[in-house]
Every structure is written in C-alpha cells, then in structure tokens.
C-alpha cells in the first residue's frame, strides 16, 4: 500500500517561497512508469495540476505556475519537494501530493492533504 504525506508550513507571507515536502512509503519515488504530482485546490474552486516528477527526475510544470515553481527529489528519503515562489493570497490552497502512472488515468494514491494559507 503506498502511502504519501505532505508536510511544511501552514502560513506563509506573500512574496515568500512556500516549499512543501512529500514523503512516499510503500513504493519507491523511482519506480518504473510512475510520476509523482503536486495539485492544489484553492477555496471554491476545482483541483489544478501544478507539475510532476517522474521516476527517472525530470519535471513537468503546468503554464501558469511554470514560471515560479520547480519540483526536486531526494531519493535516499523516498521524498519530493515542491518550491513555489513569490507568494500571493491567491496562492491559498489544500495542497495534494499524488502518484500518477503511464497506464492510468488520473492518480492512485494521493496524500490527505495540507491547508496553506498566505497572508501577512
């Protein structure tokens, strides 16, 4: 069964870097034909995919948050990461690690959760 749990700050200001952190167990982050996603759900409104990570580390961002957001991993910790710059209200969100395959559609396995919250 694997299992993702994503941690970092629940406030953060505007104008700074929000980084939050997931960690897998039950199934390596480089196992073949998987990818690893960061979605979000601001209030009110529908999911919005912000970019993945694949098995062998190359990244893939969606056009709205390409510019200010990067993914990275850390392999010994079975953990990744995303970074979102320059930070806004409009940043507030749940935001959702979760694992996709190239056999499927959507994803399987997604952690519960985390609320960010920016504001000064």
């Known amino acids: 069964q694997v299992q993702l749990q994503e941690s970092g700050p629940g406030l953060v200001k505007p104008s700074q870097t929000l980084s939050l952190t997931c960690t897998v167990s039950?199934?390596?982050?480089?196992?073949?034909?998987?990818?690893w996603a960061w979605i979000r759900q601001p209030p009110g409104k529908g999911l919005e995919w912000m970019g993945s990570?694949?098995?062998?580390?190359?990244?893939f961002y969606s056009p709205p948050f390409k510019s200010r957001t990067s993914i990275s991993r850390d392999t010994s910790k079975n953990q990744f990461t995303l970074h979102l710059n320059s930070v806004t209200p409009g940043d507030t969100a749940v935001y959702y690690c979760?694992?996709?395959?190239?056999?499927?559609?959507?994803?399987?396995?997604w952690g519960q959760g985390t609320q960010v919250t920016v504001s000064s």
């Open positions: 979760a694992r996709g395959g190239i056999f499927m559609d959507g994803y399987d396995y």
């Open positions: 039950g199934g390596s982050i480089t196992m073949n034909n998987y990818y």
């Open positions: 990570i694949d098995d062998i580390g190359l990244t």
